[in-house]
């Protein structure tokens, strides 16, 4: 999608702040008044030259901040495997915990977009079966868009989930559901030859009918080319400052991961906050400072209880485990 920065928000310029979708109209309770923000609001944002933002979520507590701050869309990612189970990469992410991931994010963040991310052999295999996962994703998981990691031969399927009322984000590039193929992680469109194979890809999807494209590590004179021929919004996740829109893991913004990529430097020491308010806790344990104490009785029940304990058998029979 050809965007022109010098025109920005013109075509929101019309709108009072509060009509603007994505402002938050009441900060007392912004989780739930935030106009909606949706697909088309992105597509107007895009149009008028605006970036928007996404980070990847994976509950609704979250989710219910991220909103609060105004992030655009959040992306609930197949990284939930390794960012939440502690698997070893994106392959082993199970299908229903991301539905259920889903579900959790869009009611946290209601007014916000929320795009689901499609498994390892959740859509591969059999597109019919594709399609019905995708729709459990926009049903049970409320998704507003679902993403697959695809090349140009998914066109056929991202065609047939388009025409169920699927939106689909073609994540193109380096797809990481394909780590075992490459013996590990890789960048894409680093030779002319693979740029090219990029561009094709983006094209095929563009035409099958993906409502948006994102790339994935691949270098900035490639995705830049891609949004000057796109039709529809570009996310960039390590792929230069040309796309639409960015997309990193909050936990590697957030400070919270050993290692990140060069493109998602943290913008907070989340990890470093934990432990120092951890280590809190354990001192307040320790010294038995635990705040004010909310459940009290009365006077009556207090010498109520005392008298009745003085009648009390206070020893506990010891049972043996054999008897
Ligand atoms: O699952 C994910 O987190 C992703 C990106 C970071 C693009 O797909």
Redesign the pocket.
Do not use: N, Q, S
């Given at each position: 999608m050809n965007s022109q920065p010098n025109e920005k928000n013109k075509t929101l310029g019309t709108q009072t702040s509060a009509q603007v979708a994505g402002e938050i109209v009441s900060e007392n309770d912004a989780a739930t008044t935030r106009v909606p923000f949706t697909l088309r609001s992105l597509l107007k944002m895009v149009r008028s030259g605006e970036k928007f933002a996404c980070l990847?979520c994976y509950d609704a507590t979250t989710a219910r901040w991220l909103q609060t701050a105004g992030l655009h869309v959040l992306?609930v990612?197949?990284?939930a495997g390794e960012m939440i189970l502690g698997l070893p990469n994106?392959m082993h992410t199970p299908l229903d915990f991301l539905i259920a991931l889903t579900a959790g994010v869009k009611r946290g963040a209601p007014a916000t977009l929320v795009m689901a991310?499609m498994p390892f052999m959740s859509y591969q295999a059999d597109d019919a079966e594709a399609i019905r996962n995708a729709g459990r994703f926009m049903t049970e998981g409320l998704a507003d868009l679902v993403?697959i990691e695809v090349d140009r031969s998914f066109a056929g399927l991202v065609a047939k989930m388009s025409r169920a009322g699927i939106p689909v984000v073609a994540?193109i590039g380096s797809r990481?559901q394909h780590v075992k193929m490459h013996g590990g992680y890789y960048a894409a469109g680093k030779s002319a030859e693979s740029a090219i194979a990029l561009l094709d890809d983006a094209r095929a999807m563009i035409e099958a009918g993906a409502m948006m494209l994102?790339i994935?590590a691949a270098p900035s004179e490639v995705a830049e080319q891609i949004v000057r021929e796109s039709t529809v919004p570009v996310i960039g996740?390590g792929a230069g400052s040309s796309c639409h829109g960015q997309?990193?893991?909050l936990q590697d913004l957030l400070g919270m991961s050993t290692w990140q990529p060069a493109f998602a430097l943290p913008t907070a020491q989340i990890g470093g906050q934990i432990i120092a308010a951890a280590k809190i806790w354990m001192d307040r344990v320790k010294s038995g400072q635990l705040g004010e104490h909310p459940y009290v009785m009365n006077d009556a029940q207090r010498a109520s209880f005392g008298e009745t304990l003085k009648y009390r058998n206070t020893a506990i029979p010891r049972v043996e485990p054999n008897q």
């Open positions: 990847t992306l990612g197949d990284t994106t991310d993403k994540h990481p994102l994935e996740c997309v990193v893991v």
